[in-house]
């Protein structure tokens, strides 16, 4: 394994097959750990907001989902760290709960989407038991705030949870829920922000060649047009800290 960090968040790398072996087995694990897919947008609100920042480096394992992180590693730490994606790992998690017979539930985006990106994984991996739910959007910060969703949580019992509210959100209503999810049989909670939307059908993916050569970034501000504000202010943030820092 390889690690490093930076803002002191702890940034890991393993081989695909080692990395797989290490989901499967926090899915069979006492505990609930918490797995999060580092970009510039969430370490550019962690410098802006301390209490994200602990859930950050207090985080079970986080790995790096956006080109531009490895490339701050590489000029900062010396390290190449190569990225684990969310939106590959999704597909890596829905395997790995078909072959251990582990449940999942995909929370977030809207009702229609939630509902395609079920009957999708479904209808890829057919022994997959996978559950979806779109909370009242904002999502409340307490799942106990949200009756239906506390009832299917403590009624089916997910081990993996898969939380698109966006960061850093989704980061903040798994650290402020964790107790209730640990206590409920959740193993394993992530936050993948579009993943439902992708797992939808309905909001396309970047081609393999944007992917291979890490500008997926690149690739959705294409499609829409409005992230470019977004990721320019998140890496203007991010590098300005890091200027200041050094």
Avoid at 70 to 82: A, C, D, E, I, M
Avoid at 193 to 217: K, N, Q
């Amino acid at each position: 394994m390889k690690q490093s960090n930076l803002l002191g968040i702890n940034l890991i790398y393993e081989p695909k097959n080692e990395w797989l072996e290490r989901v499967s087995s926090i899915l069979n694990q006492p505990k609930l750990s918490t797995v999060y897919t580092i970009n510039t947008e969430f370490l550019a609100k962690a410098t802006e907001d301390e209490e994200y920042h602990k859930i950050l480096q207090e985080s079970d394992i986080n790995v790096i989902d956006g080109f531009p992180v490895s490339l701050f590693v590489l000029l900062r730490r010396g390290k190449l760290l190569s990225r684990i994606c969310g939106s590959d790992f999704i597909y890596d998690l829905l395997k790995i709960c078909e072959d251990d017979s582990k449940k999942i539930l995909l929370l977030g985006s809207t009702e229609h989407r939630n509902k395609l990106a079920v009957e999708n994984a479904k209808k890829r991996y057919p022994k997959l038991n996978v559950l979806g739910y779109s909370p009242v959007f904002p999502a409340p910060l307490d799942a106990k705030e949200d009756l239906e969703l506390k009832k299917i949580i403590e009624t089916e019992k997910p081990q993996a949870l898969v939380v698109c509210f966006g960061p850093p959100k989704q980061e903040k209503w798994i650290t402020f829920n964790k107790s209730f999810l640990e206590e409920n049989g959740v193993k394993l909670a992530t936050g993948m922000g579009g993943v439902v939307d992708f797992l939808s059908g309905e909001i396309r993916r970047a081609p393999w060649i944007f992917r291979m050569i890490g500008m997926e970034w690149l690739w959705r501000c294409f499609v829409d047009p409005k992230r470019i504000e977004r990721y320019a202010r998140s890496v203007w943030v991010l590098v300005r800290y890091l200027v200041r820092k050094h």
